[in-house]
């Protein structure tokens, strides 16, 4: 239900009404908008209690009235930050705890108790939690007016943190799901716990002084460019210099200090200076995107130059808000910090905002809440199924919704829905893939292969299409895909369409057998999946090479001339909050000439963590430095499209990694076999990235082939053969919706958990030998003879743990390991851990049994899979290659690397392979398992190869859907890997009229 901006004026009513108005204790934003709503609402003859942590002054300076009463206190912390741009998930997690959970019980008591003191006629919620359980307990409803739930913005910290703080989500959703209804203020996020919702407006504070009665309080003529630096805290030891502007620019400065630490063409306001004011007086504004500086640039038709905050949830919502009315211009972090402004000033005072919405919110929400306080019943729209499936959070984690919208949904959220579902590598690949029509020779009217073959993957026609229409131009204003505009102007203009264009391609891959006990030295099996990673690179001398105008500006500033620049795109980079393009100096990547060490490269990319992604890709140039020598001299640009979804459990991340190295390899004429890149790539994902992974993903990404089984020991990465899958046989992925990351907190503490047992294992044996050697009565030679010391030096001198049988470990070891051990109490004893890519935090509790005990039976379940797939057929088989699947599901369970959501996969699976079938039928699925590193992700089904196997796929799908919310994506198909791909040297063969140049 949306209402509109007319004739909802606060009129007084015949009932003195009283409010208790909750703020949320995260930022001024809140605040500011909560003000408008209450001063409408005083308007009305009533009563408003605000619950806040917000300064006074930031409520007085607009309401002057006896029927405002401000009590202080926070009842949630919001986000956390570490600094001004960057929110500390877990710090949030851990604050929010100590805040709303520890206390709930005297919080519920407290404030149900005041609620009754006040007579509180209506609790309104903007947007804390608690306050709507208060509100039921209290008898009193509760009305939520907000962009954004906090159940949705702690889903992703708690995926971050592990599943220590899971029970926060559910809470947070339990005390919502006790409001009436929500007002939903435009640039909203999905809201789950909220089933009815009422969209109006935007909130924005009243103008009081003209654009020219505030130019002339402040002495500033209209031939001025005024910027105003709207930060809301500025980043810590950062100083403002004067070359930051162009010329005959000011720059005011909100909430500043000193005006004595300040350059001349900067001017501090104080902190309580009344902003709208100042915004619709300027002609651009620089800051953090948040509710309150995009409704007021919206509104106020004011160029937003925004910089992208750390794990900010709601961002993408009102950043795609922002752009849709063309209002917003992207500054990276980097060039804030270092002043290279002008170019993006200068871009903002060419756009054109054309906001034309509402801006009366405050009134509208006024006029709202007085209605329901005296008893009116809103007739909202139930929202419908799809919506609610657009909305969803699956499990409380991770929001994910299948493709589709409705009319009704405005630009800026479809962009933003988009962003979070099921999206693919290229601008069209999905319509793409519907037209059968289009036929390979068709893009070799575009491009000359002068080496490689397309091999015919229809992926990587549809890439090489993509790739020539780059610069046709497109009108913005009627493309469908706008979100894409962005990404294909960019990458349009870093290529020289008159020179070759290196093509790589890896695939991501399926976990058949293996999975986290690679980094164990385990056999492994593993397929290459049909979705892969397109890389298109093209070398330039720097004097050629096209750059954007901030890197321009960059260069220039250093006055050194051309030097080698790196510039990458990444298509679909919006799906985690990334910015969709990287550049950087290579000689960032120099000190003193030489390689600059993995440990600066990662401080280097983790700096700004909407382009972190990139050190996927601009790591394997340093690693190609650091490990092989080569010398960078020309300028690189790079367009990275990838269709392998993120976060799945089927590496991403190693997908992008083998096609970036395999095409920069091919453009410098370095002859690096499939073997060695995957080895070189891990590197770049272990030390560069700073995730833990294992050897087995960049090794089938660059070595697998299709439709066969990479069978590799990872002691550190022999390929021992490709295993067929028998005809009768079929495997699938099925993506559980729930996000795995190999550098979250639980794949991390499993690893440590497992080196700590190893560890153990050794000084065990080592302490048995001594023992044994030492004893008087000890008949040595009967020991030898038995092979009874032998054993023991060999377990005392593990170098992988999977190199202990299952037999062994259990006669001896699985007796003196503890089930848990503390990281202090470890260290005390055995010093270290020994594994170069994981640090022990003295203060965690690591799961250490179950961690140890998974590789060692995990490598013994591989290979009797192995040796079953070369069996006879037989029922028997089958049934045997299942339950060794299910065997490693519960064993990741055991480790703590399982989710609800693959559990449910899992026992789907189990329930539609032993339902009641027809005497005579086969049996069709047989066994699943969660695959990768764990905690959500995919899981690998495997069954016969029948029609029959294949509707039962469908149903399990269809079954979760209706369980979660969410569609399951299906992984169906193989393809080469890098290897077998090799690469493509193109060349454009003309360039039409109709193409940008």
Same mark, same amino acid.
């Given at each position: 239900?949306?209402?509109?901006?007319?004739?909802?004026?606060?009129?007084?009513?015949?009932?003195?009404?009283?409010? =208790?108005?909750?703020?949320?204790?995260?930022?001024?934003?809140?605040?500011?908008?909560?003000?408008?709503?209450?001063?409408? @609402?005083?308007?009305?003859?009533?009563?408003?209690?605000?619950?806040?942590?917000? &300064?006074?002054?930031?409520?007085?300076?607009?309401?002057?009235?006896?029927?405002?009463?401000?009590?202080?206190?926070?009842?949630?912390?919001?986000?956390?930050?570490?600094?001004?741009?960057?929110?500390?998930?877990?710090?949030?997690?851990?604050?929010?705890?100590?805040?709303?959970?520890? &206390?709930? +019980?005297?919080?519920?008591?407290?404030?149900?108790?005041?609620?009754?003191?006040?007579?509180? +006629?209506?609790?309104?919620?903007?947007?804390?939690?608690?306050?709507?359980?208060?509100?039921?307990? %209290?008898?009193?409803?509760?009305?939520?007016?907000?962009?954004?739930?906090?159940?949705?913005?702690?889903?992703?910290?708690?995926?971050?943190?592990?599943?220590?703080?899971?029970?926060?989500?559910?809470?947070?959703?339990?005390?919502?799901?006790?409001?009436?209804?929500?007002?939903?203020?435009?640039?909203?996020?999905?809201?789950?716990?909220?089933?009815?919702?009422?969209?109006?407006?935007?909130?924005?504070?009243?103008?009081?002084?003209?654009?020219?009665?505030?130019?002339?309080?402040?002495?500033?003529?209209?031939?001025?460019?005024?910027?105003?630096?709207?930060?809301?805290?500025?980043?810590?030891?950062?100083? #403002?210099?004067?070359?930051?502007? &162009?010329?005959?620019?000011?720059?005011?400065?909100?909430?500043?200090?000193?005006?004595?630490?300040?350059?001349?063409?900067?001017?501090?306001? %104080? !902190? +309580?200076?009344?902003?709208?004011?100042?915004?619709?007086?300027?002609?651009?504004?620089?800051?953090?995107?948040?509710?309150?500086? /995009?409704?007021?640039?919206?509104?106020?038709?004011?160029?937003?130059?925004?910089?992208?905050?750390?794990?900010?949830?709601?961002?993408?919502?009102?950043?795609?808000?922002?752009?849709?009315?063309?209002?917003?211009?992207?500054?990276?972090?980097?060039?804030?910090?270092?002043?290279?402004?002008?170019?993006?000033?200068?871009?903002?005072?060419?756009?054109?905002?054309?906001? !034309?919405?509402?801006?009366?919110?405050?009134?509208?929400?006024?006029?709202?809440? *007085?209605?329901?306080?005296?008893?009116?019943?809103?007739?909202?729209? !139930?929202?419908?199924?799809?919506?609610?499936?657009?909305?969803?959070?699956?499990?409380?984690?991770?929001?994910?919704?299948?493709?589709?919208?409705?009319?009704?949904?405005?630009?800026?959220?479809?962009?933003?829905?988009?962003?979070?579902?099921?999206?693919?590598?290229?601008?069209?690949?999905?319509?793409?893939?519907?037209?059968?029509?289009?036929?390979?020779?068709?893009?070799?009217?575009?491009?000359?292969?002068?080496?490689?073959?397309?091999?015919?993957?229809? +992926?990587?026609?549809?890439?090489?299409?993509?790739?020539?229409?780059?610069?046709?131009?497109?009108?913005?204003?009627?493309?469908?895909?706008?979100?894409?505009?962005?990404?294909?102007?960019?990458?349009?203009?870093?290529?020289?369409?008159?020179?070759?264009?290196?093509?790589?391609?890896?695939?991501?891959?399926?976990?058949?057998?293996?999975?986290?006990?690679?980094?164990?030295?385990?056999?492994?099996?593993?397929?290459?999946?049909?979705?892969?990673?397109? /890389?298109?690179?093209?070398?330039?001398?720097?004097?050629?090479?096209?750059?954007? !105008?901030?890197?321009?500006?960059?260069?220039?500033?250093?006055?050194?001339?051309?030097?080698?620049?790196?510039?990458?795109?990444?298509?679909?980079?919006?799906?985690?909050?990334?910015?969709?393009?990287?550049?950087?100096?290579?000689?960032?990547?120099?000190?003193?000439? $030489?390689?600059?060490?993995?440990?600066?490269?990662?401080?280097?990319?983790?700096?700004?963590?909407?382009?972190?992604?990139?050190?996927?890709?601009?790591?394997?140039?340093?690693?190609?430095?650091?490990?092989?020598?080569?010398?960078?001299?020309?300028? @690189?640009?790079?367009?990275?499209?990838?269709?392998?979804?993120?976060?799945?459990?089927?590496?991403?991340?190693?997908?992008?990694?083998?096609?970036?190295?395999?095409?920069? =390899?091919?453009?410098?004429?370095?002859?690096?076999?499939?073997?060695?890149? =995957?080895?070189?790539?891990?590197?770049?994902?272990?030390?560069?990235?700073? %995730?833990?992974?294992?050897?087995?993903?960049?090794?089938?990404?660059?070595?697998?082939?299709?439709?066969?089984?990479?069978?590799?020991?990872? *002691?550190?990465?022999?390929?021992?053969?490709?295993?067929?899958?028998?005809?009768?046989?079929?495997?699938?992925?099925?993506?559980?919706?729930?996000?795995?990351?190999?550098?979250? =907190?639980?794949?991390?503490?499993?690893?440590?958990?497992?080196?700590?047992?190893?560890?153990?294992?050794?000084?065990?044996?080592?302490?048995?030998?001594?023992?044994?050697?030492?004893?008087?009565?000890?008949?040595?030679?009967?020991?030898?003879?038995?092979?009874?010391?032998?054993?023991?030096?060999?377990?005392?001198?593990?170098?992988?743990?999977?190199?202990?049988?299952?037999?062994?470990?259990?006669?001896?070891?699985?007796?003196?390991?503890?089930?848990?051990?503390?990281?202090?109490?470890?260290?005390?004893?055995?010093?270290?851990?020994?594994?170069?890519?994981?640090?022990?935090?003295?203060?965690?509790?690591?799961?250490?049994?179950?961690?140890?005990?998974?590789?060692?039976?995990?490598?013994?379940?591989?290979?009797?899979? $192995?040796? #079953?797939?070369?069996?006879?057929?037989?029922?028997?088989?089958?049934?045997?290659?299942?339950?060794? #699947?299910?065997?490693?599901?519960?064993?990741?369970?055991?480790?703590?690397?399982?989710?609800?959501?693959?559990?449910?996969?899992?026992?789907? /699976?189990?329930?539609?392979?032993?339902?009641?079938?027809?005497?005579?039928?086969?049996?069709?699925?047989?066994?699943?398992?969660?695959?990768?590193?764990?905690?959500?992700?995919?899981?690998?089904?495997?069954?016969?190869?029948?029609?029959?196997?294949?509707?039962?796929?469908?149903?399990?799908?269809?079954?979760? $859907?209706?369980?979660?919310?969410? @569609?399951?994506?299906?992984?169906?198909?193989?393809?080469?890997?890098?290897?077998?791909?090799?690469? #493509?040297?193109?060349?454009?063969?003309?360039?039409?009229?109709?193409?940008?140049?």
């Amino acid at each position: 239900m949306m209402i509109e901006d007319e004739g909802n004026q606060v009129s007084s009513s015949n009932k003195h009404l009283v409010f =208790a108005y909750y703020v949320t204790g995260h930022g001024f934003g809140h605040a500011t908008r909560v003000v408008e709503v209450v001063r409408h @609402l005083i308007d009305g003859g009533h009563d408003v209690h605000v619950v806040t942590g917000a &300064p006074d002054f930031v409520f007085t300076t607009e309401i002057q009235s006896s029927q405002l009463f401000l009590r202080k206190l926070v009842l949630d912390c919001g986000a956390v930050q570490a600094d001004a741009l960057t929110v500390d998930r877990l710090a949030s997690l851990e604050k929010y705890s100590e805040t709303a959970v520890v &206390p709930r +019980d005297s919080i519920l008591a407290t404030e149900v108790e005041w609620l009754n003191s006040i007579k509180a +006629d209506l609790v309104v919620s903007d947007v804390v939690p608690v306050a709507c359980r208060a509100a039921a307990d %209290a008898g009193i409803r509760a009305v939520c007016v907000t962009n954004f739930s906090w159940d949705f913005i702690y889903a992703e910290y708690v995926m971050a943190a592990g599943y220590h703080h899971r029970s926060i989500v559910w809470q947070i959703a339990e005390d919502y799901s006790h409001c009436q209804f929500l007002i939903r203020l435009p640039g909203y996020c999905p809201m789950p716990a909220f089933r009815d919702a009422i969209d109006v407006p935007l909130v924005v504070r009243r103008l009081h002084k003209s654009r020219k009665e505030v130019r002339a309080e402040l002495g500033i003529s209209e031939d001025v460019k005024l910027l105003i630096l709207n930060f809301g805290g500025q980043p810590a030891g950062w100083k #403002l210099k004067e070359d930051y502007l &162009p010329s005959g620019w000011l720059c005011l400065v909100c909430g500043a200090p000193d005006n004595h630490d300040l350059p001349s063409n900067f001017r501090g306001l %104080a !902190k +309580d200076s009344y902003t709208p004011d100042l915004i619709a007086a300027s002609d651009c504004m620089l800051g953090k995107i948040g509710y309150g500086t /995009v409704s007021e640039a919206l509104a106020f038709k004011l160029p937003f130059v925004f910089v992208r905050r750390d794990y900010f949830n709601e961002e993408p919502f009102l950043r795609n808000m922002l752009e849709s009315y063309q209002s917003g211009v992207e500054m990276i972090r980097r060039d804030l910090l270092t002043g290279q402004w002008k170019a993006y000033l200068e871009r903002a005072l060419c756009l054109k905002p054309c906001y !034309k919405g509402g801006i009366n919110g405050g009134e509208i929400v006024a006029h709202i809440l *007085q209605d329901t306080a005296v008893g009116k019943k809103y007739s909202t729209n !139930k929202l419908s199924g799809a919506r609610r499936l657009r909305d969803a959070i699956v499990l409380g984690f991770q929001l994910q919704r299948v493709p589709g919208r409705d009319l009704s949904i405005p630009d800026w959220y479809s962009n933003a829905e988009s962003e979070f579902g099921l999206r693919t590598g290229s601008p069209n690949s999905e319509s793409e893939n519907k037209n059968n029509s289009f036929l390979p020779g068709s893009y070799t009217e575009d491009f000359e292969i002068l080496h490689g073959d397309f091999q015919g993957l229809p +992926d990587t026609v549809t890439f090489l299409k993509n790739l020539a229409e780059l610069d046709v131009v497109h009108d913005a204003e009627k493309n469908s895909e706008k979100l894409w505009i962005r990404e294909r102007m960019a990458a349009a203009g870093i290529f020289n369409w008159e020179d070759d264009i290196i093509v790589a391609r890896a695939p991501g891959r399926l976990d058949v057998m293996g999975g986290i006990a690679d980094y164990s030295g385990s056999l492994v099996l593993q397929m290459p999946i049909r979705e892969a990673c397109h /890389v298109a690179l093209q070398r330039n001398h720097p004097s050629k090479h096209r750059l954007w !105008k901030h890197a321009q500006a960059r260069q220039d500033a250093k006055e050194l001339g051309p030097t080698p620049v790196l510039q990458i795109v990444s298509y679909g980079s919006e799906l985690s909050n990334r910015s969709p393009t990287f550049d950087m100096d290579l000689s960032d990547f120099l000190e003193d000439g $030489k390689p600059i060490s993995y440990k600066k490269a990662r401080q280097y990319f983790a700096q700004d963590s909407s382009q972190k992604w990139a050190a996927y890709v601009a790591g394997t140039i340093l690693v190609l430095m650091t490990e092989l020598g080569v010398r960078f001299e020309d300028s @690189l640009s790079l367009l990275v499209s990838s269709a392998v979804p993120e976060g799945k459990g089927v590496s991403s991340s190693a997908s992008v990694e083998v096609a970036s190295m395999s095409a920069i =390899a091919a453009a410098h004429g370095l002859e690096i076999c499939p073997r060695d890149i =995957a080895l070189l790539c891990q590197k770049v994902e272990n030390h560069i990235v700073g %995730a833990p992974c294992g050897i087995m993903d960049q090794m089938t990404s660059a070595c697998g082939e299709a439709n066969k089984l990479m069978a590799m020991i990872c *002691q550190p990465a022999e390929i021992v053969g490709l295993v067929d899958i028998p005809n009768h046989v079929r495997v699938w992925g099925i993506d559980s919706g729930i996000r795995h990351s190999v550098g979250g =907190a639980d794949y991390g503490s499993v690893r440590i958990g497992t080196f700590m047992g190893r560890k153990m294992i050794k000084s065990f044996a080592t302490k048995v030998i001594s023992q044994l050697t030492s004893s008087e009565n000890a008949n040595n030679d009967e020991l030898e003879e038995g092979g009874c010391i032998k054993l023991l030096e060999t377990d005392a001198s593990l170098d992988y743990l999977c190199n202990l049988s299952p037999h062994r470990y259990e006669n001896i070891y699985s007796k003196v390991l503890p089930d848990s051990v503390t990281g202090e109490m470890f260290m005390e004893k055995y010093d270290d851990h020994n594994d170069p890519v994981t640090v022990i935090d003295g203060k965690r509790t690591y799961g250490l049994k179950a961690a140890t005990k998974h590789p060692i039976y995990e490598n013994f379940r591989v290979k009797a899979f $192995k040796a #079953l797939l070369t069996s006879a057929a037989s029922e028997e088989q089958l049934t045997t290659l299942g339950e060794l #699947l299910y065997q490693c599901h519960y064993s990741y369970g055991d480790c703590g690397l399982g989710s609800d959501g693959t559990d449910r996969l899992v026992q789907l /699976v189990q329930e539609l392979q032993h339902q009641t079938r027809p005497i005579g039928d086969d049996g069709t699925l047989y066994g699943a398992k969660i695959t990768g590193g764990g905690s959500g992700g995919t899981v690998c089904v495997i069954g016969r190869n029948c029609l029959k196997s294949s509707e039962d796929i469908i149903e399990i799908q269809q079954r979760y $859907k209706a369980a979660t919310g969410y @569609l399951p994506f299906i992984f169906e198909g193989s393809s080469p890997g890098s290897g077998k791909f090799g690469y #493509l040297r193109i060349r454009r063969n003309s360039i039409p009229n109709n193409r940008l140049s």
